[in-house]
Structures are given as C-alpha cells and as structure tokens.
C-alpha cells in the first residue's frame, strides 16, 4: 500500500476562481460536455448561481457565499466592520435564501458577519482575508479526511458513492470522493461504482467525469441498480456526503442516500458519511426539523431538455432526505471519525 498521496495528481479541477474584480464559478450545469465558468460580479448574481445550481455541493455554495460577500462589500463605505456589517445584512440574507438545507451556506455567512462585526477600518481586507481562509481550510479539510475515512476501508474493497462530493462540491478533493480518492490511490479501493442520482443527475454528468479526468475509473449505476449491486458482493462500503449532520447524528443528504443507507444494512454494507465540520449543526438537534429543499417538478418531466412524460402528470421533487444515524456506522470530519454516532458521541467530538 503506497503510503503518501500525492494530492496534486488525484484533484486537478476547481470550481470557485477568485480574480480579484468577479468571482467565476465552474458552470455545473453545462458539464460535462461544456467546460465553462461563468463570472459573477455581484452578490445577487452569486445567490443565482447557487439557487440555479451553476455551482452545487454543501462547501462549495457556503465558499461562493463568501465570496458573495465581499464582492457586496464593493458597494458600500463604512468606517469599520460594525457599520459595515450592518450595511451588508441584507445581501448576506439574500445570499442566505439561495438555497436551505446545506448549512455550510448560512455557516459561511454567520462566519463572514461575525468577522467583519469584529473588523476595524481595515474591514475590506480582512473580509477578502476570511473568505480566502474559508476557501484554503475546506481543501485541507477534505485532504485530513480523504486518509481519515480510506483507513476505515479494507484493502481490495468496492464503494459505491452518491451524488457528488468532488472537487465540484468543494474547494478541491472532496468529502466522500476524497475519501474515495485517497482509498484508489493507496489501494484499499478496487471498484467504484457511482449512483446517476436521479433527477439532476450529479453522479452521471459530474462524478464520473470528475473522476475520469484524474484518471480514477468508475462505472455507473442507475439509481435504481444499488440494492441489486450491493447483492452482487461487489461493494463493502457506500460512502456519502453531508449537507447537514444534526447533534444526534442524523444526517441530510442528497436524496437517495436514506434507500441506500437501509439497502446497505440489509446487505451488511458500512456505510460511511464525510464531511467537514463546517456541515456538523450542534444547534439542529435531529433530521425531524430540517427544512428540505424541494426543487421544480419540471426536472423530473425530461432528460436532456427533452420531454418523457407525458402533460397533465403531478411530480413532487424533494432534493434532499434525512438518513438516521442508527444506520450510519462512521461520520468521518477533519476533526476525527465517529463511528456509530449518537447524541454523546457527537457531543464528544463536537461540544454544543
Ligand atoms: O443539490 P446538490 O447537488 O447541491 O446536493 C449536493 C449533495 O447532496 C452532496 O452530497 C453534499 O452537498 C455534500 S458535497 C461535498
């Protein structure tokens, strides 16, 4: 087993370039035929990017958030971070409506005002300098899981992941993918497999391409294949990411991931949650009180832009779902592993 990664050959793609005047996003809605970024010059054009899903994945909306802050911070004068704060209180709410199930978002902006209430004159720097900081944290962040989360995994054994929680979800690396990554790299994964995660399709357009460019093969599955796959003995883990992990455990994520996570119990899979603590919420107490997000029906009526279901058909399109922690065997952060999480043992590694 090969026992240092080379980080740099495993994640080549970004999705947030800060150049100074705009902020551009990897449009994720083109990939993976158009690689594209789109530029954003104002705070109301990022929280348009992050509700029409241009850039997607917990981190990575809570990064451009940021970002989103100090590009509103350009329009104002204020003699010190209090006032300036002030000021901005209603861009960072806008920005915090995009979208409200992944609290990295509204945990990026509590974070950007707290700073800024505490900022003196030099209150435009030190915001750029926080932003920046939330950006380079999440990266090291993901690389401190990537090898926290493969030592779990036994050498030779197949994961199937869900969604995508790459480099495209995050600063670079990613949650579950970076444990994914580290995993191939020091050959305790043989087989990936990765959910087309119907109807927005983040594993068929952004995982197995993300993949693809650092050279990691996978193969895909339709949504519906996972139970009928984890019978085959072809998987022994199924590791996801997080958009929210409440106090006692239970964890939203994209939807989907609850039928894997009973599929994976009835099989005798583990099944493994990644994510940095910026997605663990202390002050959510279970998954019983977290809003889900529910998108628009018309993305279950058509493939590609082309319609397959017929007019006059009702859809309810829920984007998220909650995984309760009895069947969650390790929720893998930055800060250290728990494993079979509960209320003591999140509040153990966690505080209040
Ligand atoms: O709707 P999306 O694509 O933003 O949903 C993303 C997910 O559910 C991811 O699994 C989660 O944000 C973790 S990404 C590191």
């Not at 209603?90 to 920005?95: G, K, V």
């Not at 790459?166 to 990936?192: H, K, M, N, P, Y």
């Not at 391409?209 to 003995?233: C, F, N, R, V, Y």
């Not at 628009?296 to 493939?303: A, N």
């Amino acid at each position: 087993m090969r026992s240092k990664l080379d980080f740099d050959r495993y994640d080549r793609i970004r999705p947030i370039r800060w150049i100074g005047e705009a902020l551009e996003l990897l449009d994720q809605r083109k990939l993976p035929f158009v690689v594209e970024y789109r530029s954003c010059a104002s705070s109301d054009e990022v929280a348009a990017a992050i509700r029409d899903l241009t850039v997607r994945g917990a981190p990575a909306i809570g990064i451009a958030a940021a970002w989103g802050v100090v590009l509103a911070a350009r329009g104002i004068d204020a003699p010190d971070g209090a006032e300036a704060a002030h000021k901005l209180e209603p861009a960072l709410e806008r920005l915090n409506a995009a979208r409200p199930t992944a609290v990295n978002l509204a945990w990026a902006l509590a974070r950007m005002r707290r700073t800024l209430g505490e900022a003196g004159p030099d209150w435009r720097d030190v915001v750029e300098r926080e932003a920046r900081d939330i950006e380079t944290e999440d990266l090291a962040a993901n690389r401190a899981m990537g090898t926290l989360g493969a030592a779990l995994i036994e050498a030779g054994s197949g994961v199937l992941t869900h969604c995508n929680t790459g480099s495209l979800a995050t600063a670079g690396f990613g949650t579950a993918l970076g444990v994914i990554r580290a995993g191939v790299a020091e050959g305790r994964i043989t087989r990936v497999f990765a959910g087309e995660t119907r109807p927005w399709l983040q594993g068929a357009r952004l995982t197995v391409w993300e993949l693809q460019q650092d050279g990691i093969d996978a193969t895909l599955i339709a949504d519906s294949a996972a139970a009928h796959l984890m019978k085959t003995g072809q998987v022994q883990w199924v590791v996801v990411g997080a958009d929210r992990i409440c106090a006692n455990g239970d964890v939203a994520n994209k939807i989907g991931t609850y039928q894997l996570a009973i599929s994976a119990r009835h099989h005798g899979l583990k099944f493994m949650v990644v994510a940095s603590s910026s997605t663990v919420d202390m002050g959510t107490p279970s998954g019983d009180v977290i809003e889900i997000e529910e998108r628009d029906p018309g993305e279950l009526f058509g493939v590609g832009g082309s319609r397959t279901v017929a007019e006059g058909i009702a859809a309810w399109n829920p984007v998220f779902d909650v995984t309760p922690h009895e069947l969650i065997d390790a929720i893998v952060t930055e800060k250290g592993v728990v494993e079979r999480p509960d209320e003591v043992s999140m509040r153990h590694l966690f505080g209040v």
